[in-house]
């Protein structure tokens, strides 16, 4: 297998601009190739930008990884926090990859072909990045979008009454995750919870009729239970949590109970989702659910802080440095 | 020393809100803390996007690095991409940094001293940005500026009869690294080389004022023969270069001469210089040596393609995966 080392920085960089590159299209008025890109912002409309990575040994394994699904995550995740702000639209984005110089060619174009046609299915254009040689494989990715100032959704806007609930499959994608990381093949009936770990769904559409409704939201990629923390924290509110209305998926339950491990325990502690998290007022509450008719109920904010959860022994959420 | 892993994820991220957190300031509609940040978008202008990365073992050793410099470099290297569009005006970035478990806290904390230092001196606020673990020490900045669309000067707008040029010094920031890879104390006469590597200075003024006559520019610091052939492909052009106006530093000249090398070739080869490469056509040449008088003449871009350099032999570029 001819390592990255051998195609060299040009012959990367050339295959690069000829997949991303080209003449402006759509909000890209200067695309990949250049020493920055040039992106048209809808007047108006507030730029939302973030950034998220993925690390090897931390968020995945060459072992278990294909590089195409890989790519797709990235930008999946990414997408996840256009969604959380209230469905920003996707303007563009950049990529960042540290390659070791020993990486198979092969595997870095398999990547590129995934973030191609994910960058395609989901309308972010790649404008631009950078390419590093590193020991440790990685790639951090900076995501723009754009939406009205008015629509924009905190982390922070939740008052007391206000009932909290999530969208998106609860624990499927930390299961998955810890198939992939298994020795043992994945079998058959399990293999929707890979799917979710590999494809979290963007809650864009969601996002956007929670917008104007929702008082607070967030993605539920730390966990339940840390993001139920988190929202708290940044409201300045606590909230009474119940677990009976989170939905569970079958092989769910199914790879739960041969593990004999709770349920409900493991979809507050799980991580991984890229749902959505949020609180509306009372009075909305039935609009929302006919907007979204998926959305599940989890509590309500209450005056005093901290986060009570009941049918649930004390554990931790995911923490990334431990 | 605390390891990072210690202070956790959260006792980080408090401080990194603390630092850089709070209510939205100038363009910042919602900084650091939320899934998102939100920027505004001066109308008419367009948006200007880089990311540029600073990986330990590639671009910095910790052995000879002060993380308040290395934060000060990254800062400042993404801030050479804005200016190599044509002086866009910097709004905001984000930062993801990849942090080994065991890296100490104090190192870290000096890291974002640095960041929001450099961010205040430059007027770029972080707005956000990712923490992951990762056994390999990164960082990646994603960079926005913004500039009116007719201001944007690409790399690829070279004709025949162009005078090529640059700005900026040329080879101290490759001989100062070599200085602080190399075992022996920096010499008191060779540290504004250490500093050069350290703190290459954004061209922004210059820039500005190179934009509407320019027809082609992009920041040099892949090293300067490296940069003009990319200029002269971008453009489908050739060059026929001189090297005798390139400026040389006295300590640059000292250090050369001491290790007998070819001070014309190590300007040529050296890159990390971010300085900027520039064509004109010859009727505005008058007028740009006038608006920015530090500028240096290389040579004349032809009709056919390839670049002839006068005065030194051949060899190459820094090439990242070699």
Redesign the interface.
């Given at each position: 297998m001819r390592p990255?080392?051998r195609?060299?920085?040009?012959g990367?960089l050339r295959s690069i601009f000829k997949t991303f590159g080209g003449p402006g299209r759509g909000p890209i008025?200067?695309g990949s190739?250049?020493?920055?890109?040039?992106?048209?912002?809808p007047?108006g409309r507030?730029?939302?930008?973030?950034?998220?990575?993925q690390?090897e040994?931390?968020?995945f394994q060459r072992s278990w990884t294909d590089p195409y699904r890989l790519a797709g995550r990235l930008i999946r995740i990414n997408l996840?926090?256009?969604a959380?702000?209230g469905g920003?639209r996707p303007?563009?984005c950049?990529?960042?990859a540290?390659?070791p110089?020993s990486l198979p060619e092969a595997w870095f174009r398999r990547f590129l072909s995934g973030l191609a046609a994910h960058s395609r299915r989901h309308g972010l254009p790649v404008?631009?990045?950078?390419?590093?040689?590193?020991?440790?494989l990685?790639f951090?990715l900076?995501?723009?979008?754009s939406?009205p100032?008015r629509s924009?959704v905190?982390?922070?806007g939740a008052r007391p009454g206000d009932i909290l609930a999530g969208v998106g499959p609860v624990g499927d994608a930390a299961a998955g995750l810890r198939l992939l990381r298994g020795k043992r093949p994945v079998p058959g009936w399990a293999r929707p919870l890979v799917r979710r770990f590999w494809e979290p769904e963007p809650r864009l559409n969601e996002a956007r009729r929670l917008a104007g409704r929702a008082s607070s939201?967030?993605?539920n990629s730390d966990g339940l239970r840390r993001s139920i923390e988190t929202l708290a924290a940044?409201s300045g509110k606590g909230f009474a949590v119940r677990l009976d209305e989170i939905p569970a998926s079958r092989p769910l339950a199914r790879w739960c109970g041969q593990r004999r491990i709770s349920l409900r325990r493991f979809q507050l502690d799980g991580g991984e989702d890229y749902g959505l998290l949020f609180t509306v007022p009372p009075r909305d509450w039935a609009a929302v659910q006919k907007a979204v008719p998926a959305v599940y109920r989890l509590g309500e904010a209450t005056v005093g802080r901290g986060v009570r959860i009941d049918g649930s022994g004390r554990s931790r959420g995911f923490?990334?440095?431990?």
């Open positions: 990255v080392s195609a060299g920085e040009a990367l008025l200067l190739g250049d020493d920055a890109a040039a992106i048209r912002v007047a507030a730029l939302v930008v973030s950034q998220d990575d690390v040994g931390t968020h996840s926090d256009l959380a702000m920003a303007l563009a950049t990529v960042s540290g390659l110089a404008a631009g990045g950078n390419l590093s040689r590193s020991s440790r990685f951090s900076a995501i723009f979008g939406l100032p924009l905190r982390r922070s939201m967030m993605d940044s923490e990334h440095f431990r």
